[in-house]
Nanobody, 125 residues
Framework: QLQLVESGGGLVQPGGSMRLSCVTSGFTLDYYAMGWFRQAPGKEREGISCIDARAGTYYEDSVKGRFTISRDNAKRTVYLQMDSLKLEDTDVYYC???????????????????WGQGTQVTVSS
């Protein structure tokens, strides 16, 4: 059974850094495009970054230059390094398997995708 378990969330000050991890199981990570989405209360989930099976990476404009997605297939893990965090980055962050990864974030959703349970990131002074 496919499972995605996020970790690394918490409280950080503006300007700080945080790294999220997504440990996967139940499928061969090497063959899948992976993504990170986030959701604020009352808003839809939005894709912020994805990485395809060849490690090509794409970012939503608001995080470009600040966030870095990576994957370690041997460790079955996907990462999201978040730097220069802003108050507006406060959200629940979700790891997603089998996204449609390309340069257009609004097309990343896949009805066949699998989602983790989410991890809260709070940016506050």
């Amino acid at each position: 059974q496919l499972q995605l378990v996020e970790s690394g969330g918490g409280l950080v000050q503006p300007g700080g850094s945080m790294r999220l991890s997504c440990v996967t199981s139940g499928f061969t990570l090497d063959y899948y495009a992976m993504g990170w989405f986030r959701q604020a209360p009352g808003k839809e989930r939005e894709g912020i970054s994805c990485i395809d099976a060849r490690a090509g990476t794409y970012y939503e404009d608001s995080v470009k230059g600040r966030f870095t997605i990576s994957r370690d297939n041997a460790k079955r893990t996907v990462y999201l390094q978040m730097d220069s965090l802003k108050l507006e980055d406060t959200d629940v962050y979700y790891c997603v398997a089998n996204v449609k990864c390309n340069r257009y974030p609004n097309t990343w959703r896949n009805p066949e995708a699998s989602w983790g349970q989410g991890t809260q990131v709070t940016v506050s002074s």
